[in-house]
């Protein structure tokens, strides 16, 4: 195949277009193909001539705008005729799957881009000592919220070191962030067993650099890092605040990006808001591409639970899977968690899963879960009642005084007592920016400084919070 891939870009680019358009307008324009690609251009199958000019008068600069949005790159569409074998329609764009999940087979057509992406591989899962053999796309339940980073991940996985380097997977503790990042691994390693593939938490790189300096087998350490063909480095927000380990990880990324070798990075944030992190080192692990894992959705969830239920050799009601993921939602380490807990404790104590037994069972769980996870809905509710302002003036655009203040308020709790970013509290106050995220906590603090009531008053909005969320 050849080495230019764009065909993610390509799929995430109609999966756009198609909630875009009417199913109508989408469905009709839409039976095209992605064929291949070289350097700059993406060649699109379409079924004839009548087409091609319709879609290059009406479509094109759409969609080369759409790609460049999400490749970063300026790329542009050839269309070229070729008569069509089946048709194709906005359906396959949607509901979850695994990319292997055979009853999920893709309809069978001539197109190139299906086969690579969603058919079944024929490779042995070779162990690698340093990942985890559970961690492969088979077992990757893949919905709208991973389908963009699942289908890249699976492009490097076959051409590793081309068109994604380096990927820089973020979001979330429990996301998959760790999971993605080894399925690429295993599958590479599974195609191609010469593949030199070192997979290490930034913790380890740290701890290996630091040894290698005591014992002063710096040269070592350097061969190892720098020979190899993929570099797999997780949770890379640990090198924050990490000045002389910065300057050995930009050496390190500069050697292997000139030999085009694969890397790949997971970190629990975009790379821009690492505070501690110097600034070359972020545009280079910000140089390729960034895919951003969000919380799976409740048909995701729903997906997750029955498939991860299989794996356990355990048949599990609807009703039972629906109860579980309409009460956690937070992330699939979560899910994974209550699940266990709930087939230990039934084969335990000899009984069936049904509904009630899961309302016990998980309880406690639950409301652990809904305590530490606080979401910006809560925040903005309780906000919303605390001074008598809209949910919707909390998040538009009015900058009347006593609209402002709230929604400051509102967003330093944000900040205080969740983990979400100042990206994503931004965007559930109607689209902000960060900076103005920041700007209200900082105005926040100063009137703290200076009015006493303001902290009960804050203290007492976020006791609210917190009952509210656990109900
Ligand atoms: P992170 O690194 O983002 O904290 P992990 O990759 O460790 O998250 O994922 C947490 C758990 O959830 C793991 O057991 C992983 O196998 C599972 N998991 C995550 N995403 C998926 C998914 N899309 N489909 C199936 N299992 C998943
Ligand atoms: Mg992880």
Redesign the pocket.
């Known amino acids: 195949m050849d080495a230019w891939d764009y065909s993610p870009f390509w799929i995430e680019a109609m999966k756009q277009l198609a909630e875009e358009l009417s199913e109508q307008e989408f469905s009709m324009w839409f039976s095209i193909d992605y064929d291949s690609a070289t350097q700059n251009t993406i060649n699109i199958r379409v079924p004839s001539a009548f087409f091609r000019d319709q879609l290059a008068k009406n479509y094109q600069a759409r969609i080369e705008k759409k790609l460049y949005e999400i490749s970063g790159k300026q790329l542009s569409i050839d269309f070229v005729v070729v008569k069509p074998a089946t048709d194709e329609n906005a359906a396959k764009y949607h509901s979850p799957k695994t990319l292997d999940s055979s009853q999920d087979e893709p309809r069978k057509t001539n197109s190139q881009s299906d086969k690579n992406l969603i058919a079944k591989e024929p490779t042995q899962p070779v162990k690698h000592p340093q990942m985890n053999l559970?961690?492969t796309f088979e077992?990757?339940?893949?919905g709208e919220n991973?389908s963009f980073a699942a289908n890249a991940a699976l492009a490097i996985a076959k051409n590793p070191g081309k068109a994604y380097n380096p990927f820089l997977v973020y979001?979330g503790?429990?996301?998959?962030?760790?999971?993605?990042m080894q399925a690429i691994g295993n599958r590479a390693f599974g195609l191609n067993q010469k593949l030199k593939i070192i997979c290490v938490s930034a913790e380890t790189f740290t701890n290996d650099f630091i040894e290698a300096l005591n014992a002063q087998k710096l040269s070592a350490f350097k061969n190892r890092y720098r020979s190899v063909d993929m570099l797999l480095i997780d949770d890379i927000h640990f090198f924050d605040k990490k000045e002389s380990l910065q300057e050995e990880v930009f050496y390190t990324f500069n050697a292997l990006y000139d030999a085009g070798k694969q890397m790949v990075f997971?970190c629990d944030r975009p790379a821009s808001e690492l505070k501690n992190l110097n600034d070359r080192l972020r545009s280079r692990f910000e140089r390729g591409i960034k895919v951003d894992?969000q919380p799976p959705s409740y048909e995701m969830r729903f997906a997750?639970i029955k498939?991860?239920a299989e794996g356990l050799n355990t048949t599990i009601s609807d009703d039972v899977i629906d109860f579980i993921a309409r009460n956690i939602s937070t992330n699939?380490?979560d899910i994974?968690s209550a699940l266990t807990t709930l087939v230990a404790f039934t084969e335990l104590s000899n009984k069936k899963i049904d509904l009630k037994t899961t309302e016990q069972v998980l309880k406690d769980s639950i409301n652990q879960i809904k305590h530490s996870n606080v979401t910006i809905d809560h925040i903005i509710r309780a906000i919303s009642d605390h001074f008598r302002v809209s949910s919707n003036d909390l998040k538009g655009k009015k900058r009347n005084k006593n609209i402002v203040f709230p929604r400051q308020v509102a967003m330093f709790i944000a900040r205080d007592i969740t983990e979400y970013s100042t990206t994503e509290i931004g965007l559930e106050f109607g689209g902000r920016d960060h900076t103005t995220v920041m700007h209200s906590c900082q105005k926040t603090e100063e009137r703290l400084k200076i009015d006493p009531t303001l902290d009960i008053t804050i203290q007492k909005i976020i006791q609210v919070i917190k009952d509210g969320s656990k109900a």
């Open positions: 559970n961690h077992n990757y339940v893949i991973n979001g503790v429990g996301l998959g962030k760790t999971h993605l997971t894992l997750i498939r991860k699939i380490r994974e």
